[in-house]
């Protein structure tokens, strides 16, 4: 059975930094709990309501999914495993709720997969933390809490920045932010949107890596281009190359500017470099002096944005 990546134990909570992610925290919400909530099947355990934020049981019927969240996609093999953890273990850690808006039970705000998989553990009651949130603030958590379990594929991130910006007033600067990533990550994302919907489609489901994707931005023929890739395993580098050929109108042009590239930087490092960048949300300088030793640098812009980077390089759950 994999690690239950949805649980933490009061060893790593006790280990989080005092001094950094407040922000965050504050976003999230505190909840003052003595001892650790366990829902497991059978539990008689009903604590009374509390008025505001307060962790409680509900029942896992009276929970609807959040419209339009942010994760569309859920790996059915993972939900299979934790649930089992949960049907042996109990749920260890309470999902976020709200009151639903129109109607009544509530509506899931972040914890959807923990609670699919309490649904197919059996469980009839779940630890929940109610908490009394408006429509922004709701969806912001859900994005917040997806990113920070890297749950989201590029598409489904992207599609949520636009919905804050469209439907709540964001702006990149606000979200980059609220992530903890650079604003060049978010717009970059965001970019992604303007490609074909059958590309959007393969970068969902993982045939197509972010790196490619962006290569295809603005291209003539991207879904060729697209299909070309997925079947020849092109590198990204090729797919940039291939793009210039394609709007210079062939010939070796192309081909000599993507060997010039960066100023003749060894062009593996400069892919592992971008690589580094997207991935983390953060600028990632390599400087490599060629004999096998070299330097790595990571650019944060704020305590939080530390904080991330540090707990995803240590494998902590955040």
């Given at each position: 059975?994999?690690?239950?990546?949805?649980?933490?134990?009061?060893?790593?909570?006790?280990?989080?930094?005092?001094?950094?992610?407040?922000?965050?925290?504050?976003?999230?919400?505190?909840?003052?709990?003595?001892?650790?909530?366990?829902?497991?099947?059978?539990?008689?355990v009903k604590p009374a309501p509390v008025a505001g934020d307060s962790v409680q049981h509900v029942d896992v019927g009276a929970i609807h999914p959040l419209p339009g969240q942010p994760r569309r996609h859920f790996d059915e093999t993972a939900i299979a495993e934790l649930s089992e953890s949960i049907a042996a273990r109990g749920l260890l850690q309470p999902i976020i709720v709200r009151r639903a808006p129109d109607g009544p039970g509530y509506q899931l705000v972040a914890g959807e997969r923990r609670w699919r998989a309490a649904q197919r553990a059996g469980l009839h009651q779940i630890p929940a933390l109610v908490r009394e949130l408006d429509d922004a603030a709701t969806y912001e958590i859900a994005l917040v809490e997806n990113?920070?379990?890297?749950?989201?594929?590029?598409?489904?991130?992207?599609?949520?920045?636009?919905k804050l910006i469209e439907d709540f007033g964001h702006n990149q600067e606000a979200l980059a932010r609220l992530v903890g990533k650079s604003r060049s990550h978010v717009a970059n994302l965001m970019r992604l949107l303007d490609l074909p919907a059958s590309v959007q489609d393969l970068v969902g489901d993982g045939s197509l890596a972010m790196g490619h994707a962006r290569a295809l931005i603005g291209a003539s023929g991207a879904e060729a281009i697209a299909r070309r890739i997925v079947k020849e395993g092109l590198s990204v580098r090729a797919v940039e190359a291939l793009v210039r050929d394609n709007r210079e109108g062939g010939g070796r042009k192309g081909s000599t500017?993507?060997?010039?590239?960066?100023?003749?930087?060894?062009?593996?490092?400069?892919?592992?470099?971008?690589?580094?960048s997207e991935l983390l949300g953060i600028g990632a300088t390599i400087q490599y002096a060629g004999d096998g030793k070299g330097a790595l640098t990571l650019k944060f812009a704020s305590l939080d944005q530390l904080d991330m980077i540090c707990q995803r390089l240590s494998g902590e759950s955040i």
């Open positions: 059975m994999s690690e239950n990546k949805d649980e933490i134990s009061p060893a790593t909570a006790r280990k989080r930094p005092s001094g950094l992610g407040r922000g965050l925290n504050a976003l999230f919400g505190d909840a003052a709990v003595e001892a650790p909530v366990l829902a497991s099947p059978g539990s008689a990113i920070q379990r890297q749950d989201l594929n590029a598409i489904e991130e992207a599609s949520a920045y636009r500017e993507a060997r010039s590239l960066d100023s003749g930087r060894d062009p593996d490092i400069v892919a592992v470099e971008r690589h580094l």
